[in-house]
């Protein structure tokens, strides 16, 4: 019985500190773009909402994903308008990733691809295994 109350004392004394430590522990915001769109002005749109999502948030506590499928693809090709500003995210840890799936039926292989850019096997897989992770879902572009 006394070791009872020692050990309810422990875990008292123990939630009563808990808060001014949780201050101190970095929350992790996990966000995946899903990108379908060959319009540029939607890229442009995208590449300022990942801005945003990055400065909004604590430095190192988000994780940013791009999906690129179907028409999306253009976005992470080798020589698009936005390649300089794709490498600079991939340095500051931004993860791009094109469908397998889309480069097949559009003829496009890896070597075709900004370099950084990786590849899943489904688009769309990955954006719902990115929810299903918990990872919060935006909609590249308009």
């Known amino acids: 019985m006394k070791l009872r109350r020692t050990m309810m004392f422990v875990l008292a004394f123990g ?3 808990t808060p001014s430590l949780a201050h101190s522990q970095t929350v992790t915001h996990h966000v995946v773009f899903a990108l379908t769109s060959s319009d540029e002005a939607d890229w442009k749109l995208t590449l300022g909402n990942i801005r945003n999502v990055l400065t909004a948030f604590e430095p190192g506590s988000t ?4 999906v690129a499928y ?3 693809l253009a976005f992470v090709k080798k020589g698009s308008s936005s390649e300089q500003e794709i490498t600079a ?5 931004v993860r ?3 469908c397998e799936h889309s480069m097949r039926m559009q003829h496009i292989t890896a070597a075709d691809l900004t370099p950084g ?4 096997p489904s688009g769309v897989a990955e954006v719902v295994k990115a929810q299903e992770r918990g990872w ?3 909609k590249a572009g308009r």
């Open 117 to 120: 850019v990786e590849t899943v």
């Open 70 to 72: 179907g028409p999306g």
């Open 89 to 93: 995210l991939i340095a500051k840890r």
């Open 96 to 98: 791009f990733v094109a």
């Open 15 to 17: 939630l009563f500190l």
């Open 63 to 66: 994780q940013v994903e791009v």
């Open 136 to 138: 919060s879902y935006i």
